[in-house]
C-alpha cells in the first residue's frame, strides 16, 4: 500500500511600487502586493500565454510597450485559472497612507491614553479622510503637503530638527486654517509636541512600510479560506525580512484561531502560515506570475491615483483586474459609519491584542 504525504498548500507573494518608508515618492503613488496559490505547472500554463521564444522571464514594462503584448497581458488575465479564490491583491495609495499613519501614531495613542478607541466603527479612517480632503481646502494644498512630508521624515529619522519641522508645519496648518472647526482637528498634533519622544517610542521608519501591513493581511486572508496550515514564499523582499521575527511570533498554525478587530476589518489570529520563506523570482514561475500581475495592478491602480487613465487602463479595467483585490488602503471622502462600512458594534481591539500576544502576556 503507497502512503501518499499531504503537503500544505503553498502560497506566493510578490510586490510593486515598493519605495519603502519614502511615501511620497510622486513617480510611484502606489503599493500592490499580489498572491496566489498556483502549483508550479498552473504557473507554467499562464506564463505560456505570455512567453515569447526570446522571454525567459516574463515583466510588465516589457509586455506593455506593445499592441502584441498588451494582448498576452489581457489573455493572461482572462485565463480561467484567474479567480479571486486563486489570486489575492492589496492596493496601497502611500499619500493618503501617510495621513493614516499620522492617525495612527499620534492621534490613536493620544486617545488610547484617554480611554478612546479609535479603531472602533472606523473612526480613524473617518479623521484621515477628513484631513486628506478637507485640510488642503482650508488650510492650503502646499501647507498640507509640508505636515505630510515633514510627517514621514520624522519617523524615518526622528531627530530633534525633524521634529520641530514637524511641528512648525502643524502650526501653520492651524493658524492658517480658514474654517475655525476644522483648527480644532489639530489639536491633539499641538498636544503631541510635549510628549512626541514618548509617543515615537519603539516606532522606526518600518511603520511607514506598506509591504508589512499588506502581507500580514493577506496571509490571514489565506489562513481563513485554507482554515488549515499553508507555506507562504515572498519574493526577496527586505523590509519584509526585517520583520520575519515578528511574523513568526504570529504565526501558530496549531492553535485555534480568534477573530480580533471590529466590523468589516476582522481577521483571524494567530496566523496559519507555517512558514514565511524568501526566494528569487527566477527560480519559480508562481513567483513569476505574481510579479506580472503586482506589476499590471500597481499601473492601473497609478494612473486612477494620478487621475490619468489611458488606453491600458482602460482595458485592464475592462480585463477585470479590480476582481482581486481583497484589501485597500484608498482615500474616499465618507466619514459616517454606514458609509465606511463600520457600523458594526463590538469587536476587539487588534492592535492591543497583538501587542499583548507578542508579549506573551495571557489572552
Known amino acids: 500500500m503507497e502512503l501518499r504525504i499531504s503537503m500544505p498548500p503553498e502560497v506566493h507573494f510578490d510586490e510593486a511600487g515598493n519605495t519603502g518608508a519614502a511615501l511620497l515618492d510622486p513617480n510611484q503613488p502606489v503599493f500592490v502586493l499580489a498572491s496566489s496559490d498556483f502549483g508550479r505547472e498552473e504557473a507554467n500554463d499562464l506564463l505560456n500565454l505570455v512567453r ?41 495609495h502611500k499619500r493618503y497612507m501617510a495621513m493614516c499613519k499620522a ?43 509640508l505636515f505630510l512630508s515633514t510627517f514621514v521624515r520624522m519617523i524615518r529619522t526622528p ?17 492658517n486654517c ?12 499641538l498636544i503631541a509636541q510635549r510628549e512626541i519622544d514618548e509617543i515615537l517610542d519603539g516606532v522606526n ?26 507555506y507562504a514564499i515572498h519574493d526577496e523582499s527586505k523590509p519584509v525580512a526585517a520583520e520575519r521575527e515578528t511574523f513568526a511570533a504570529m504565526m501558530n498554525p496549531a492553535a485555534s484561531p480568534v477573530v480580533i478587530g471590529y466590523d468589516r476589518r476582522k481577521f483571524e489570529f494567530p496566523l496559519r502560515a507555517g512558514t514565511l520563506k524568501f526566494a528569487d523570482s527566477r527560480t519559480l514561475p ?49 466619514v459616517t459609519p454606514r458609509a465606511l462600512g463600520t457600523e458594526e458594534i463590538g469587536g476587539v481591539n487588534a492592535v492591543d491584542f497583538m501587542v499583548k500576544a507578542l508579549a506573551g502576556e495571557r489572552i
Open 159 to 175: 531627530n530633534a530638527g525633524n521634529k520641530a519641522e514637524f511641528f512648525e508645519a502643524v502650526r501653520a496648518l492651524y493658524e
Open 205 to 230: 521608519y518600518l511603520a511607514l512600510d506598506p509591504a508589512i501591513g499588506s502581507v500580514f493581511y493577506q496571509l490571514s486572508v489565506w489562513g481563513t479560506q485554507f482554515g488549515e496550515e499553508f
Open 103 to 145: 492617525v495612527d501614531i499620534i492621534e490613536e495613542t493620544l486617545a488610547n491614553r484617554a480611554g478612546l478607541d479609535l479603531y472602533e466603527r472606523g473612526a480613524n479612517i473617518a479623521i484621515a479622510n477628513l484631513h486628506y480632503y478637507v485640510t488642503p481646502v482650508f488650510c492650503g494644498e502646499a501647507r498640507f503637503e
Open 286 to 334: 508562481q513567483l513569476q506570475v505574481v510579479d506580472l500581475l503586482a506589476g499590471a495592478a500597481a499601473y492601473f491602480a497609478g494612473n486612477i491615483a494620478r487621475g490619468a487613465k489611458d488606453e491600458l487602463t482602460e482595458q485592464l479595467q475592462q480585463a477585470g483586474i479590480e476582481r482581486f483585490i481583497v484589501h485597500a488602503i484608498w482615500p474616499a471622502p465618507v
Open 178 to 189: 480658514s474654517e475655525p472647526r476644522h483648527r480644532a482637528s489639530f489639536g491633539p498634533y
Open 52 to 92: 515569447t521564444p526570446q522571454t525567459q522571464e516574463v515583466k510588465f514594462t516589457s509586455l506593455k510597450k506593445s499592441d502584441a503584448g498588451r494582448r498576452r497581458l489581457l489573455a493572461f488575465l482572462a485565463s480561467p485559472l484567474m479567480t479571486p479564490m486563486r489570486v489575492k491583491v492589496s492596493i496601497t
